[in-house]
T-cell receptor, first 111, second 115 residues
Framework: GEDVEQSLFLSVREGDSSVINCTYT??????LYWYKQEPGAGLQLLTY?????DMKQDQRLTVLLNKKDKHLSLRIADTQTGDSAIYFC???????????FGQGTELSVKP | DTGVSQNPRHKITKRGQNVTFRCDPI?????LYWYRQTLGQGPEFLTY????????KSRLLSDRFSAERPKGSFSTLEIQRTEQGDSAMYLC?????????????FGPGTRLLVL
């Protein structure tokens, strides 16, 4: 079946690292994505990882993929108040390319 | 190119009325997707087009919903006889498609409120 799960809330202090976790079910997924959504806005693509990779780093963002456990994480280094938003993990369903999203993790960054 | 655009950004309508939303994808993107997002949830897939062909429809898309992409560029999503349960954010995304990359870029969404 198609299912992506995330924890709902994460609170960190400014300057700390944030780690947002996600589990997915479709082992044939080729791409996994992280999107950011600010209040009332659409989804902003943050980064993605191809399924044959274990890790991808992009400035303050590090994505780790454990394909065996179907676990994906997003680490944000030196978290800033501007990082406060909802973060969505999504897997690209192999057939047709539709994305299956998790419920989103609300990140709150306290000064 | 300024990205995916959607119009209107907000729509308030009365139950039973018809509404139509428009999406303009990134230029030369072959694939166009519609998703629906309700409060506190992630987006859910509704349908997608490869050029002008509608290739997949979710079972969420009841017969009151219809989507078109007549010339393979912009798309419209129409909801007939709206119900309060249709209240949601309707998101459009586009991607280059086969051979050009699969990453989907989202528009700002159309927020629908059915009274």
């Amino acid at each position: 079946g198609e299912d992506v799960e995330q924890s709902l809330f994460l609170s960190v202090r400014e300057g700390d690292s944030s780690v947002i976790n996600c589990t997915y079910t479709d082992s044939s997924s080729t791409y996994l994505y992280w999107y950011k959504q600010e209040p009332g806005a659409g989804l902003q693509l943050l980064t993605y990882i191809f399924s044959n990779m274990d890790m991808k780093q992009d400035q303050r963002l590090t994505v780790l993929l454990n394909k065996k456990d179907k676990h994906l994480s997003l680490r944000i280094a030196d978290t800033q108040t501007g990082d406060s938003a909802i973060y969505f993990c999504a897997e690209r369903y192999n057939q047709g390319g539709k994305l299956i999203f998790g419920q989103g993790t609300e990140l709150s960054v306290k000064p | 190119d300024t990205g995916v655009s959607q119009n209107p950004r907000h729509k308030i309508t009365k139950r039973g009325q018809n509404v139509t939303f428009r999406c303009d994808p990134i230029s030369e993107h072959n694939r166009l997707y519609w998703y629906r997002q309700t409060l506190g949830q992630g987006p859910e897939f509704l349908t997608y087009f490869q050029n002008e062909a509608q290739l997949e429809k979710s079972r969420l898309l009841s017969d009151r919903f219809s989507a078109e992409r007549p010339k393979g560029s912009f798309s419209t999503l129409e909801i007939q006889r709206t119900e309060q349960g249709d209240s949601a954010m309707y998101l459009c995304a586009s991607s280059p498609g086969t051979g050009g990359g699969e990453t989907q870029y989202f528009g700002p969404g159309t927020r629908l409120l059915v009274l």
